[in-house]
């Protein structure tokens, strides 16, 4: 399972048609989508979510299914009465070796001044070509095992989880886990230490353990999957980002990382391909550039 190509048009801030290429090469599983606080980083994310699901996070939208205000502002605003506008994605996967297109589109309409949402369309029966859960779109990361242990889910499986993360501790390069270990402690994860539960207030701590989680589900609960993270460093120092980028890369077959230019300065060069989002501030609208290695990001 593999994410080869995205082309939007007309989502949030992206005007007109846009289109990103990921690597799909075992050897370059990184891909990153680089660009500054409101550049649209979350909408470009809103954006795959919905085309594959027709969701989108709620508190960047009024509707759980985000077709109110996936069309830019401007383009909406400047609709005649009875003109029409659209906003579309489409993804091209790559299914056990084959090429499958999914579209999703909605279509605008103003009507005595009020605009109209017609039923947005997929082309593809997902349920029918996609392996369940074959995408994991993470927002709020450093808090995915505290809610997997309050909606205890998979407690068959619990124990092969935390054999499989104390195994990626054991070969993480971060040392700070040296003296740790994951334990089933009533039927929950917990992070031990010296015979007691720690409970990991700094974030780069409680980031990298739920990242050690993803990559421990990731070969026990959803095989195969594709793990796209908006935001995957907030609050961390710069210590912690390369040692969760190697062992995700090891265990996950392609990562799609929404990042900011400073996060971006901690990282190796060892990414498969990165964009850059650039919004022009006299008309909102964000243009999407193809990052080319050794270029110096402005």
């Avoid at 891909?31 to 980083?41: H, R, V």
């Avoid at 989108?56 to 609709?79: G, R």
């Avoid at 242990?149 to 054999?163: G, P, R, V």
């Amino acid at each position: 399972m593999l994410i080869n190509k995205v082309k939007i048009e007309n989502f949030g801030p992206f005007v007109g048609k846009h289109e990103l290429e990921f690597s799909i090469d075992e050897e370059k599983k990184l891909n990153l989508i680089l660009g500054k606080n409101d550049s649209g980083k979350t909408q470009l994310f809103n954006a795959m979510l919905w085309c594959l699901y027709g969701e989108a996070w709620t508190h960047f939208y009024q509707s759980p299914n985000a077709e109110l205000l996936s069309l830019n502002d401007s383009i909406l605003s400047n609709l005649s009465n009875n003109q029409t506008a659209a906003t579309r994605v489409e993804m091209n996967l790559i299914i056990e070796n084959k090429p499958h297109i999914v579209k999703r589109e909605v279509q605008f309409r103003k009507i005595d001044g009020k605009i109209t949402v017609d039923s947005p369309t997929s082309n593809k029966d997902l349920a029918s070509i996609l392996p369940s859960q074959s995408f994991i779109f993470v927002k709020n990361i450093g808090t995915l095992i505290e809610n997997f242990n309050q909606k205890k889910i998979y407690l068959e499986k619990l124990d092969k989880i935390i054999y499989k993360m104390n195994l990626i501790k054991q070969k993480s390069s971060f040392k700070y886990f040296e003296n740790f270990e994951f334990r089933n402690i009533d039927s929950e994860i917990k992070l031990i230490r010296d015979g007691e539960p720690y409970y990991p207030h700094p974030a780069g701590i409680k980031v990298t353990t739920d990242f050690m989680f993803l990559s421990s589900v990731r070969g026990i609960l959803i095989p195969n999957s594709v793990l796209i993270v908006d935001s995957p460093f907030n609050w961390i120092t710069p210590e912690f980002i390369n040692p969760i980028t190697d062992f995700l890369l090891e265990y996950i077959p392609q990562v799609i990382f929404f990042v900011t230019d400073y996060h971006y300065q901690n990282l190796e060069m060892k990414q498969g391909i990165t964009h850059a989002l650039v919004k022009d501030q006299k008309t909102f609208s964000t243009t999407i550039k193809r990052f080319e290695k050794n270029k110096i990001w402005i």
